[in-house]
């Protein structure tokens, strides 16, 4: 086990009996439906969540490894609900590190609390990981900023009252800024959601923007100069992608242990077979290993640690883990033989889940390489 502090303990305690009462008995059927899960949105503003890795102005403890371990209490039954904290997390922490002060003192109230909802939105169809190649124009005028483009992969942009996102603001590769679009802009249309294989409660959709109008104090930080600090923020909350592997792994080795006491073959139960018991041990192990990555990446964020330094140590922390969580996914449908690739059986959602992680938020050839660029280059 890992010490946490007091604080990080009692979110642990609370999301886990809240966890355990209340949302694993609806983890199924949110993944069955692809629906929305509105009561479970309802839910963790009720129990006033949405701020713990930020600022105590806002409600928050922070603290991103209390964050961390609130996703990953909640990914360990239903990975839709964890979800449902992230999409909330990312346009924050974007406006803390980049909005004015009358930006923050207009949308981050409303994010804590839950009374507004946003997306966050970089992903086009020509470019994936190639952030800064996007093709996304924002035009300045005396009017304000005219910006037309397609996105796709906006995940929460159907419920949400605006999108974060990124445009071309220059002709170079680094011209890129963050603009705050309301999803009822006129030239805003919001497409269809995607049918995934996983994730399938919180909602993906592509964007298409016809000449969208927004007025100048739309734009995050200095035309040119808030990618870097949003990209930066991003690279803050990466734990916390990682502590959602690390839950959606524990509750696959949940699962798997409550099967093989439960089954038997050959006249002995499932937990006698030596070959079986190994294989809970090697997924244990490894699910130890992510979870101390994870809590010391968050835990160098809350202790102020910048830079390349942290943003190796992130980088670590998600790939790991969430290699980990398809590893652990995979062997924990193994156990479960037949039974494992049956709808009827919740293991089969934790192995669909599992895949999302390793290519979401900077898939994880591209945390390999943030990696091996700091190695050779040096992290100080």
């Not at 509105?38 to 009720?46: A, R, S, V, W």
């Not at 009358?102 to 804590?112: F, H, I, S, T, W």
């Not at 946003?118 to 470019?127: D, V």
């Not at 990682?242 to 839950?247: C, I, L, M, Q, S």
Request: proline share 4%; net charge neutral.
């Amino acid at each position: 086990m890992h010490a946490l502090p007091s604080e990080a303990i009692e979110v642990q305690n609370l999301i886990r009996r809240v966890a355990s009462e209340r949302i694993a008995p609806r983890a199924a059927e949110i993944d069955k439906t692809g629906e929305y899960p509105q009561d479970m949105f309802d839910l963790l503003k009720e129990l006033g969540i949405f701020t713990l890795p930020f600022p105590n102005e806002y409600g928050g403890q922070d603290s991103l490894l209390a964050g961390c371990v609130a996703v990953e209490e909640l990914g360990r039954v239903c990975y839709n609900t964890g979800y449902l904290l992230v999409v909330q997390w990312t346009p924050f922490g974007a406006i803390m590190a980049a909005g004015t002060k009358v930006q923050k003192d207009r949308y981050l109230p409303g994010l804590a609390s839950g009374e507004l909802r946003a997306a966050f939105s970089i992903t086009e169809p020509q470019s994936g990981s190639d952030v800064a190649g996007i093709k996304t124009r924002a035009k300045k005028t005396e009017k304000g900023w005219h910006i037309s483009g397609a996105k796709i992969w906006c995940t929460n942009a159907l419920v949400s009252d605006f999108i974060v996102l990124a445009a071309k603001t220059g002709e170079s590769r680094g011209d890129v800024n963050f603009f705050i679009v309301p999803t009822d802009a006129k030239g805003l249309q919001i497409g269809p959601k995607e049918d995934k294989l996983g994730a399938r409660g919180v909602p993906s959709s592509p964007l298409y923007l016809d000449d969208v109008l927004l007025p100048e104090d739309a734009i995050l930080g200095d035309p040119g100069k808030g990618f870097r600090q949003v990209m930066g923020a991003l690279a803050l909350s990466r734990p916390i992608i990682g502590a959602r592997a690390v839950g959606l792994a524990q509750g696959a080795l949940d699962l798997a242990m409550q099967f093989m006491r439960e089954r038997r073959a050959f006249d002995q139960p499932l937990t006698d077979f030596q070959g079986l018991r190994w294989m809970l041990a090697d997924m244990e192990m490894q699910i130890e290993a992510a979870r101390g990555l994870v809590y010391k990446a968050a835990a160098m964020t809350d202790a102020g640690i910048r830079g390349k330094e942290l943003a190796h140590a992130a980088a670590i922390s998600k790939a790991f883990a969430s290699d980990m969580a398809m590893k652990v996914a995979t062997d924990a449908v193994q156990i479960f033989g037949a039974s494992g690739i049956s709808n009827d059986y919740p293991i089969n959602r934790y192995f669909r889940d599992a895949k999302v992680v390793q290519i979401i938020e900077g898939s994880n050839q591209i945390q390999r390489n943030i990696i091996a660029k700091n190695l050779i280059d040096g992290i100080d």
